[in-house]
Nanobody, 119 residues
Framework: QVQLVESGGGLVQPGGSLRLSCVAS????????MKWYRQAPGKERELVARISSGGVSINYADSVKGRFTISRDNAKNTVYLQMNTLKPEDTAVYYC????????????WGQGTQVTVSS
């Protein structure tokens, strides 16, 4: 079965950094685009970043462009999100998901990892 396990969240001060990890299993990781989402209380889930199966094509939400970096290690079935210059508005639960080219995300989600940016 598909499993996505996020980790690396925590409490940081504004301007700080965190690196999130998502370890995937149950599918051929190297053939799937990987995505990071976040959801803050009272808000809809937001797509933060996407990386293609081979890591060549990368996209970011405007709100994080220039501050966040998505990467992947297909040998480890892991996608990362390096988050720098964090702002209070980045506070959210962060989730990963996966999709084949032209396909939909998996219907199952992991537990997510909490990121809190506060003074």
């Amino acid at each position: 079965q598909v499993q996505l396990v996020e980790s690396g969240g925590g409490l940081v001060q504004p301007g700080g950094s965190l690196r999130l990890s998502c370890v995937a299993s149950g599918f051929t990781f190297s053939r799937y685009a990987m995505k990071w989402y976040r959801q803050a209380p009272g808000k809809e889930r937001e797509l933060v970043a996407r990386i293609s199966s081979g890591g060549v094509s990368i996209n970011y939400a405007d709100s994080v462009k220039g501050r966040f970096t998505i990467s992947r290690d297909n040998a480890k079935n892991t996608v990362y999100l390096q988050m720098n210059t964090l702002k209070p508005e980045d506070t959210a639960v962060y989730y990963c998901n996966a999709a084949r080219y032209g396909g939909q995300d998996f219907g199952s989600w992991g537990q997510g990892t909490q990121v809190t940016v506060s003074s």
